[in-house]
């Protein structure tokens, strides 16, 4: 019995193993014939090396806050403003090459579309099926067909999660070119580090104060001694805050040199006044 079926599995083993071999073969045949001698194909071929398209490079973001407020208080256009500063320039080449390819696709296509013929072979078919060859042909040209990125969009994710890195809730938003080149322009309206567009000021202003992030915030409690800097009131996290010595609104920057403990009533004190206490 147990040979009996021994057999009979050896048996089915050997004939799926000649199929699949056999039909690797047949379709490596076809395929080589098609590639050798269809005249579509050495068409596309041609036209290909005549047109020149850009691969786009992505600008995409992604940024994780620890701090419930900032996260729910900054957008993702804020975001993609406050990046834009420092790679507008790049976000600006890859936008001029998706209007290339765009301009340059549609002439592209015309000619492709010339050419869409199949079944012609430079050589005699033989004992080949002239049908199957078709459906390869076809296959193949339209795996030969240029298909260049002509739209460029940046997408920005912000992420929220615990202190612990634990992942809480995300948002995403994905912006086009338009859009983008009118934050651009609205960015490039400036006055020396200041810039006209309240919008766009505000935008940065509440990113750059969402850089404090919640460990750097207990750091500065910390090297401060969970004391106001300016009247040495003892606290906890409820009731001291970090002020930036330089405020953001005068273009100070969210980093430990530029960072204080203070007191509420302090901090409120202080206002916009540039001390360091
Ligand atoms: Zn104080």
Request: with cysteine; glycine share 4%; proline share 1%.
């Amino acid at each position: 019995m147990l040979v009996f079926v021994l057999i009979i599995y050896f048996s089915v083993c050997l004939i799926v193993g000649l199929y699949v071999w056999l039909s690797y073969h047949i379709k490596k045949k076809y395929l080589n014939f098609i590639l050798e001698n269809s005249i579509t194909l050495a068409e596309v071929k041609k036209i290909n090396t005549q047109y020149h398209f850009y691969v786009l490079i992505s600008y995409d973001e992604r940024h994780t806050y620890d701090n419930e407020k900032f996260y729910e208080a900054i957008s993702c256009a804020d975001y993609l403003i406050y990046q834009l500063q420092f790679t507008k320039t790049k976000i600006i080449t890859e936008i001029n090459k998706a209007k290339y390819n765009r301009n340059h696709i549609e002439t592209y296509y015309q000619e492709i579309k010339k050419i869409e013929h199949f079944g012609y072979f430079r050589r005699e078919i033989g004992k080949l099926k002239k049908d199957k060859l078709i459906k390869m042909e076809k296959e193949l040209f339209n795996k030969m067909i240029l298909r260049p990125e002509t739209l460029y969009k940046v997408k920005i994710q912000l992420i929220l999660t615990k202190m612990s890195g634990q992942f809480v809730k995300r948002k995403e938003q994905i912006f086009l070119a338009n859009q983008i080149e009118i934050f651009i322009h609205d960015l490039n309206q400036k006055e020396g580090n200041f810039f006209l567009n309240k919008s766009i000021w505000d935008a940065i202003c509440r990113v750059e104060r969402g850089k404090v992030t919640n460990k750097m915030r207990f750091f500065i409690y910390n090297r401060d001694g969970y004391r106001c800097r300016r009247c040495g009131k003892r606290g906890d996290s409820n009731n001291l805050e970090i002020d930036h010595i330089l405020p953001i609104s005068k273009g100070g920057k969210s980093i430990v040199g530029n960072l204080q403990t203070l007191c509420e009533s302090c901090n409120k004190l202080k206002g916009t006044k540039v001390i360091r206490y």
